[in-house]
Each structure stands twice: as structure tokens, then as C-alpha cells.
């Protein structure tokens, strides 16, 4: 799944609210682990995934088409 917010609506509690209710939801289907990729750069978003308790796993090196790096993420729902 993809997590995206129209840039008219950022900053408005959006990410935080579509996230806990991922995150919520894949605690009630029983999901051990969340993992996710986020671009290096992508500072809001890092700092929402770690916000709600993401760790970094490692770095990818030229993960994205532009050849950018992206962080691997998990979240351990129990």
C-alpha cells in the first residue's frame, strides 16, 4: 500500500491519522511486522514513520529510479 497526502493537505494530521489506522489494522489481522521504504531525503515522512515507532533496518543505496537511497523500515505490531 502506498501512503500518499495531496500537497494542499499536508500538515494537517492526515499522514499520522492514515498510519495509526494502517497500523491499527494490521494488528487486528494478526500482522507481526510492518516494513516499509522511505527516500532518504523524504524528512516528513521519515519523521512520521518514527513518530509511530518505526525503526531503521538498513539502507538501500539507489532503491528509487533516480538512483536515490531509501531507508528500510519495520514496526513490530505486537
Known sequence: ANLCIHPNYRSCGLGGKLLHHMINHAYEMGVSM??????????????????????IVKQIYRYYNDDSD?????????
Do not use: D, P
Not at 510492518?34 to 525503526?55: C, D, M, R, S, W
Open 70 to 78: 531509501a531507508y528500510l523500515m519495520q514496526h513490530s505490531c505486537r
Open 34 to 55: 510492518i516494513e516499509l521504504q522511505v527516500k532518504v531525503t523524504n524528512k516528513h515522512a521519515f519523521n512520521l514513520y518514527i513518530k509511530y515507532g518505526f525503526k
